[in-house]
Structures are given as structure tokens and as C-alpha cells.
């Protein structure tokens, strides 16, 4: 099983990033997740069925197959249906989301909650910046612009969110529950980017990427399920698309020290672990749930916050 090394914060410190393999167990850990996603993508299959979206429940097939076929069979993604965060504009009442129980508890594992501890300190909250990514093979995928789902432009995840949290430290923690081989697109790096400070993101058809980047030393990080990548938040990444005839699932998720603003001030974090203040920790995955429903409540009333810092017509980006 891995863990955290003293030569893994080092080469972070240097690197901007840094993979721990084996840090999950794929059974114990993933799966659980994994049989949760079964059970809502079978409601999604049965809602687009009763209303004639779909003709064929695919219920025979596994997670991915199916997946695949119900999205490309209706002619849409439905990324939002799964993901555990809301999306950036256009919230109303009836925006779904899946803030389920085996979420919670992968986001509050305790091997990533200490993992995380290495780097953010032992007072860690689970920043609401989180998203599940499962991408079909792109020779199956309805025409979208949604990069949960298609390849993800170059970035630095510090350029998606308000300068709010520029001083403090967020740190994003991404892994496959699939394996996430060059083929399936997994992530790309560029080592040492974090030391560059904040580049200029433009809009882009496939979502707000690096105005300017000079690839040269772009590394590809193929890692198997089970595998956990810290990275820091000005580490320029992207993904290479997924080639392959698999979908590619990941997660990334981030952590923070608690106290230090998220970037998304409307969206609800929780106190993962606090030493200081253990009361202050949340268990109830029920209760998170609720806290993601009256958000989404909130929004679909008061209308649409932006994150971005961006000037759309910015000459830069032309
Ligand atoms: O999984 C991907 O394709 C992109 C992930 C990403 O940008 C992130 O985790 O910050
Ligand atoms: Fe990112």
C-alpha cells in the first residue's frame, strides 16, 4: 500500500506535482464509488427512456459500455447527472448532481485525508471545487463542448477560480477509477509551471485554457486505479483525448487549509479533518447532500455567480 514519503514532497516542492502509486485499494476503495455510479446511471437510463430518448435501457452492459451507449444513443452528455459539483452558469431548481453517500466517504477517506495532510497541514477542508470526469472514447461522443467529458485544455486550476484564494493553498488531488493509460487520455504535466506564477487564461471552445503555452517538456502521467496525483495549483495541466475504447473515470478533488477562502464562495465546503476542533468535522453525508441542494436552490433564485477573472475580449486571446 503507499503512502506519502518524505522524497514525494520533495519532488512536489520541485515539480509542481507528484504521483503516489498504489495509494487507493481498487476493491475496498473505488468500487464502492463505482457501485453508486451503477445505480445512477441506471435512473438516468430509465429517465431518458420513459421519455423516449432512449430505446434501449443497455442494462446488460457494464458501467462503461453503458454509459457510452446512452450517451451517444440520446445525442447528449449528461456529466452533470454525476458530478458532485454544479456547473458554471445556467443553475436552475432541476440542475441534477449526485452528492452520494460512497462520494462522501472517498472524499473524506482516510488515507487521503492524511496524504493530504502532508502537504496542506492536519486542519484540512474539502474545498467544493470537485468533479467526477468520466469520458466515453471520443469516436462515440455526441458533438459537446463540455470538457468533463472530451480533452481538457491546458490550465492552471488557481486561473478557474476567484483571486480570493490566491495567497492560500489549494491543493488538487486527481486519480483514475479506472486506469487512466496515454490512450484514454490520461493527465498531462508541465514539471516546474508552478513556479511561473498565474498565466493568462482565454475562453476557448472546449473551456478556458492557457492563452499562450510553450509545451516543450510536456509530461504525460499514465497511472493505474488506485494511484493518487498531488498537484499544486498553479501546475499548468491538461489531458490528452481519449483514443481508446474505454470511457476514462477520474476524480479531482481539493483540499485546503481550513479558513482560507475556496475561490467559490457559493458553493458549500466542509471541515474534513480538524485536530483543533475534531466537533467541527463532517461525518453525515446526508447532510452534505442537503448543503449541495440548497445551494443549487439558491443559485436557480438568485441568478448565476461568475468565477472567472478573465476579460472574454481580451486582446490576448484573439
Ligand atoms: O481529468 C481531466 O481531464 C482534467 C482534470 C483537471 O483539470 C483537474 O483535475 O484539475
Ligand atoms: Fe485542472
Same mark, same amino acid.
Given at each position: 500500500m503507499g503512502s506519502v514519503l518524505d522524497a514525494h514532497l520533495a519532488h512536489y516542492e520541485t515539480n509542481g506535482f507528484v504521483v503516489v502509486e498504489g495509494l487507493l485499494d481498487v476493491v475496498e476503495d473505488i468500487q464502492p464509488v463505482m457501485d453508486e455510479y451503477a445505480q445512477v446511471l441506471d435512473r438516468l437510463a430509465h429517465q431518458l427512456y420513459a421519455h423516449g430518448q432512449?430505446?434501449?435501457?443497455?442494462?446488460?452492459?457494464?458501467f462503461g459500455e453503458r454509459l457510452t451507449n446512452v450517451y451517444a444513443e440520446s445525442g447528449a452528455v449528461h456529466s452533470q447527472y454525476f458530478d458532485f459539483s454544479l456547473p458554471?452558469?445556467?443553475? &436552475?431548481?432541476?440542475t441534477p448532481f449526485w452528492a452520494g453517500p460512497a462520494v462522501f466517504h472517498l472524499i473524506r477517506h482516510q488515507k487521503l485525508l492524511d496524504a493530504a495532510a502532508r502537504f496542506v497541514g492536519d486542519e484540512i477542508y474539502s474545498n467544493p471545487v470537485q468533479h467526477i470526469r468520466i469520458k466515453p472514447p471520443e469516436h462515440a461522443?455526441?458533438?459537446?463542448? &463540455?470538457?468533463r467529458v472530451i480533452q481538457t485544455p491546458w490550465h492552471q486550476d488557481n486561473g478557474v477560480i476567484l483571486p480570493e484564494a490566491d495567497q492560500g493553498h489549494i491543493l488538487t488531488v486527481w486519480f483514475p477509477l479506472t486506469d487512466a493509460t496515454l490512450e484514454q487520455g490520461c493527465l498531462r504535466v508541465l514539471p516546474?509551471?508552478?513556479?511561473?506564477?498565474l498565466m493568462h487564461h482565454c475562453y476557448r471552445p472546449n473551456g478556458l485554457a492557457i492563452?499562450?503555452? &510553450?509545451? &516543450?517538456g510536456a509530461l504525460p502521467l499514465p497511472m493505474m486505479a488506485g494511484d493518487v496525483l498531488f498537484m499544486h495549483q498553479l501546475t499548468s495541466h491538461s489531458s490528452l483525448p481519449n483514443v481508446s475504447d474505454k470511457v476514462r473515470i477520474s476524480f479531482d478533488l481539493r483540499y485546503q487549509p481550513i479558513g482560507e477562502p475556496t475561490g467559490r464562495p457559493v458553493f458549500p465546503g466542509f471541515?474534513?479533518?480538524?485536530?483543533?476542533?475534531?466537533?467541527?468535522?463532517?461525518?453525515?453525508p446526508v447532510v452534505w447532500e442537503k448543503m449541495w441542494r440548497d445551494a443549487r436552490d439558491h443559485l436557480a433564485q438568485e441568478g448565476n455567480p461568475t468565477f472567472n477573472r478573465w476579460n472574454v475580449s481580451d486582446p490576448v486571446c484573439a
Open positions: 432512449i430505446a434501449n435501457l443497455y442494462a446488460e452492459l457494464p458554471q452558469n445556467g443553475i &436552475d431548481a432541476k461522443l455526441p458533438q459537446t463542448g &463540455d470538457n516546474k509551471s508552478h513556479k511561473m506564477g492563452a499562450h503555452l &510553450d509545451e &516543450d471541515v474534513a479533518q480538524s485536530k483543533l476542533h475534531p466537533e467541527l468535522e463532517l461525518h453525515d
